[in-house]
């Protein structure tokens, strides 16, 4: 093999896993590692960089980053990556003049985007501050899209999105409330926009087209529900309530379900708990509230009598693994009695704004055709992001196709091929600070994964508002950070000064590093003293060794990044240097502040920021 090629800006961003995995790119050993040192704001305003939304996603992110996590692969138990995220965001100091504004002279660009969900908002917060004027057409009278309307407030309090959400509508941005967009060809034709960005999510409810389905008024599609509940139009529920489907959505209305009076909720699954689409951590706290999760069902009918819905009943499935996958067989029926049901089995798009006459094409299941890195559709000028664009999917990578978008519109306005991209930066800095001394934390932590505590039972089913998690403690907070690996500080590897003496093959506690005559990446994967399996990690490969022209071989995939081969090694051939992702946005090429490097390009805009 070719020596590996460290000065790629991905080979070390693969290595840090829970960055690697997070579709924003969120740097989060480096802010876990300020939570370590109290310094919350800072914290605060690094993830701010690539996530925009660190106090929402902090508690209702589907968290990719966490099975990724090193740690998981050392005590079964991931950091509270998404939970600290919520410390830094709980303990910020003041930020807003830390924050970037509306620079006084605009470049004369105006951008509309339709819907004010993540989507929109993180395309607002990325071209506001370089000069555009950017105008969001919002149909209801508060932003935020569905994470304020079906995200309910006892998992994400609306003060928390209030304030993130002012953060960019207060740069300056022009947000027309109560305002949906009838025709995108009259907002193209007449508006006077050089773009259009459409954020408008995934709106529409799937239904089940079942015998009685509208014989009832006590049978509602879950995310209509769900808004309905939070702009007060319900505030009663059936005693026996069933949730059909068992995605997230489903969760919250099930929860929701709980805190309107019902007594008896029941989640109805048609396949086993391996298949379910909500997160296990959803599925644990909807348990927790005493909702039964039934497996193995599929509706047939609506049962209904004398106008008034009674019961469901179902096929009763057995479901056994097989090598090609699950293998389901009808035992029966059943009926399970309700006096409600809720059907949270998907969401669709819905464009009917969108006129199929004006070169924008569609494609399978009625979605526009969108280019999956520049975020334009087949019509130039009119890109897409968030659910809009390829289907449901969760708020962080809302947030990314933002920032892509952002990028985008931005080339597209100065006749730059949208193709061009802002390439990925990194910086490597030693962090020796002494014989046996780094700077950073690189003694392992026995700790266990820190448990989040909840508001007790009764208390929480008295109030819709009433947030359940309550936060880390100081405590939790200070032995959670604690179990990073700080995965984005690297053993890097100079083979000029390697002696070949095994000192560091010999005090390496996970046998990661061998030193090997060179050969293919098969070949070279057998010859570690513990076989590289993982082909998802990359091998680290150096060049000839001086003495013997074999190679030090390491196996990035279980490094622990503990630093002892570059305690032992004793001509510096191995240095622990912290990697930093600089990631682009939005005129990143033309930015003429002077300074790069994730966390402080953007923030520095018409701030005084010194960290």
Known sequence: ?????????????????????????????????????????????????????????????????????????????????CRLKRVAADNRGEVRHLLPTAPVEKNGKKIACIGAGPA???????????????????????????????????????QVLDEEIGYITDMGVDVR???????????????????????????????????GRHETDQIFIGIEWLESIHFGHVDS????????????????????????????????????????????????????????????????????ENGTLTGMEFDRFTSTETPSGLKQEILGREVIPCDTVVLAIGQDNAFPFIERNIGLEFGKWDMPVVDKTTFMSTRAGVFFGGDAAFGPANIIWAVEHGHQAAISIHNYCNAVPLTTRPPLGMTLTSTK???????????????????????????RFQSMTMEVEKGFTAEQARAEVER???????????????????????????????IAPN??????????RVPADNLEQPLFVSGGLKQTRRVMLKDENVCLHCGLCAERCPTYAWDMRKYVLQLPYAGAATND???????????TVGADFRP
């Open 1 to 81: 093999m070719d020596p590996t090629n460290v000065g790629n800006p991905n080979y070390y961003h693969r290595v840090v896993d829970c960055q690697w995995a997070c579709p924003a790119h969120t740097n989060v050993p480096e802010y876990i590692r300020m939570i370590a040192q109290g310094k919350f704001t800072e914290a605060y305003l690094l993830n701010r960089e690539s996530n925009v939304f660190p106090g929402i996603l902090g508690r209702t992110c589907d968290r990719p980053c966490e099975p990724a996590c090193r740690r998981g692969r050392v005590d079964g138990k991931p950091v509270a990556i």
């Open 120 to 158: 929109s908002l993180t395309v607002a917060n990325d071209l506001v501050p370089i000069g555009y004027d950017v105008t969001i057409f919002e149909k209801l009278p508060r932003p935020g899209g569905l994470m304020r309307i079906n995200i309910p407030a006892f998992r994400l309090p609306e």
């Open 177 to 211: 409330y109560n305002t949906p967009v009838h025709s995108l060809e009259t907002l193209l034709n007449d508006g006077g926009f050089d773009a259009v960005f459409v954020g408008s999510g995934a709106p529409k409810g799937k239904e089940l087209d079942i015998p």
């Open 237 to 304: 529920v059936g005693k026996r309530v069933l949730i059909i489907g068992v995605g997230n959505t489903a969760m919250d209305c099930c929860r929701s379900a709980k805190r309107l009076g019902a007594t008896d909720v029941k989640v109805i699954a048609r396949k086993t708990r391996k298949y379910f689409k909500a997160s296990p951590w959803e599925l644990e706290d909807a348990e927790e509230e005493r909702v039964e999760i039934l497996e193995n069902l599929q509706p047939v009918r609506f049962i209904i």
């Open 433 to 459: 600070m002494g014989l046996h001394e780094w700077a950073y934390s690189n003694d392992y932590s026995p700790v266990q994964r820190q448990k989040m505590i909840h508001v007790e039972l009764p208390l």
């Open 484 to 514: 990073c690996l700080n995965c984005d500080v690297q053993t890097h590897f100079i083979d000029s000064l390697c002696i070949e003496c095994d000192a560091c093959i010999d005090i390496c506690p996970v046998d990661c590093l061998s």
């Open 519 to 528: 050969g293919d990446e098969a070949q070279l994967r057998t010859r570690l």
């Open 593 to 603: 502040s002077g300074l790069t490097g994730q966390g402080l390009g953007r923030l």
